[in-house]
């Protein structure tokens, strides 16, 4: 069994950047009912909002869930408490991100699509990284 140890800096983290309070969520399961992306997510969008609740930050982070959120509020919507899940999943993002656990290694990238890409696109595309 393995040990729970709540990351209470990262359940912050969190809340600070969504601007959400994660102990709102009641863990209903109205968010996934309605996710039209659920089916594509490795962990639902109530179980990652868990694992914020519990500090548990690597499982969240290895989760590849909030990158299929599509922000299209349906979540938000059903939630009887009015969290505001698309916040929270954007929050995961940036955590992801500013840790410099990169999705895409860049230096595998191929060179020609490089030379092709339109270079406002590029560095669209690479801003993210330049935490």
Known sequence: MRRLSRNKDFILKIEEISHQSIADCYQCG???????????MDEPPNRIIRYIQLGLRD?????QSPWFCAACL?????????VDIPRIMEAVRT?????????IDIDMIDKELLMDT?????????Y???Y
């Open 118 to 126: 339109h270079p406002l696109l590029l560095m669209s595309a690479l």
């Open 128 to 130: 993210k990284y330049s």
């Open 30 to 40: 109205r968010c996934t009912a309605g996710c039209p992306f659920a089916e594509f």
């Open 59 to 63: 499982d969240v982070l290895k989760a």
């Open 95 to 103: 955590v992801h991100l500013r840790a410099k656990e990169q999705i």
């Open 74 to 82: 349906v979540c938000e919507t059903r939630c009887p408490r009015g």
